[in-house]
């Protein structure tokens, strides 16, 4: 079946650090993918998204490639602020497979210091 | 335009007694999904609704059922609450069903947090 594997936190980081938050994916058909973000106190929001192989979907200083040939979508960030201490969820809805409603990953806690 | 809302905010009951939760939709959305997360198992999706009809089930017990109204809004059920049911539960819609054929994000709620003693 689908599956979303994404790195374990908590990550903290220093303020204006680089971002890194990796994310594999398993899936049988042609999966769109996405990172949603969890602020403390409230529901997911969508942060970005890519729809097919090599997009690059982006969104408030945040990015990841749709990498195919190693079924990747690492979310990269140049500089983070400590607005941007949250949770993230990677997560897949696969256009063909049997699998036909979203899945997420487990989360990544972010911690963004001062 | 209005973002999805989930009432009540917070609950607490205690064991053995069933809950309802509530999920108003963004207007025009038709499809409603319900996810239960918690710190262990993270997210874990209930059901998803469309034009009234269930179209998707994760692995919950029967003690979890749902509904979904003409309007879209859609209601949560747990009976024979247990400890273990502890959990913020979100609802979420999109304007299509999600997965296969469709790329609809989902909007979610700010969830209803269950408490059972």
């Known amino acids: 079946g689908n599956s979303v594997t994404q790195m374990e936190g908590p990550v903290t980081l220093s303020e204006e650090a680089f971002l890194t938050i990796n994310c594999t994916y398993t899936a049988t058909g042609y999966p769109s993918l996405f990172w949603y973000v969890q602020y403390p106190g409230e529901g997911l929001q969508l942060l970005l998204k890519a729809t097919k192989a090599d997009d690059k979907g982006s969104n408030k200083g945040f990015e990841a490639t749709y990498r195919k040939e190693t079924t990747s979508f690492h979310l990269e960030k140049g500089s983070v602020q400590v607005s941007d201490s949250a949770v993230y969820f990677c997560a897949l809805s696969d256009r063909r497979g049997r699998d036909d409603k979203i899945i997420f990953g487990k989360g990544t806690r972010l911690h963004i210091l001062p | 335009k209005a973002g999805v809302t989930q009432t009540p905010r917070y609950l607490i009951k205690t064991r053995g007694q069933q809950v309802t939760l509530s999920c108003s939709p963004i207007?025009?959305?038709?499809?409603v999904s319900w996810y239960q997360q918690t710190p262990g198992q993270g997210l874990q999706f209930l059901f998803e609704?469309?034009?009234?009809?269930?179209?998707n089930k994760g692995n919950f017990p029967g003690r979890f059922s749902g509904r979904q109204f003409s309007n879209s809004r859609s209601e949560m059920n747990v009976s024979t609450l247990e400890l273990g049911d502890s959990a913020l539960y979100l609802c979420?819609?999109?304007?299509?069903?999600?997965?296969?054929?469709?790329?609809?994000?989902?909007?979610f709620g700010n969830g209803t947090r269950l408490t059972v003693t």
């Open positions: 207007s025009g959305h038709r499809s």
């Open positions: 979420a819609s999109s304007l299509g069903m999600t997965g296969r054929g469709w790329n609809s994000p989902l909007h």
């Open positions: 609704y469309f034009s009234e009809t269930q179209r």
